[in-house]
């Protein structure tokens, strides 16, 4: 059986962003925002409250799509 992380499977989807907006990792965004969504966050404001308050577990627990902070929703 193959095993896909899905990690990598997020780093394969071409980045659009201009190099200005190229701040954050969008491994680490995506990834985040999935497990925010998952964890019940509805909008922006909430998918960057759950990443706010919960950081430094998801950078430990992904260590390759760390963030140094919370992307802003706006």
């Known amino acids: 059986m ?3 992380d899905l990690a990598s499977c997020l780093a394969a989807i071409p980045d659009r ?3 200005e907006g190229k701040i ?8 985040f925002s999935i497990i ?4 019940g ?3 922006y404001r909430q998918i960057h409250a759950l990443i ?5 577990v998801l ?3 992904f260590p390759n799509a760390a963030l140094r902070r919370a992307p ?3």
């Open 52 to 56: 706010r308050a919960r950081l430094s």
């Open 36 to 39: 925010a969504m998952l964890s």
């Open 2 to 4: 193959t095993t896909i």
């Open 24 to 31: 954050y990792s969008q491994v680490g965004v995506i990834l």
């Open 17 to 19: 962003r201009r190099a």
């Open 41 to 43: 966050a509805r909008s």
């Open 72 to 74: 802003a929703y706006t």
């Open 59 to 61: 950078n430990s627990a």
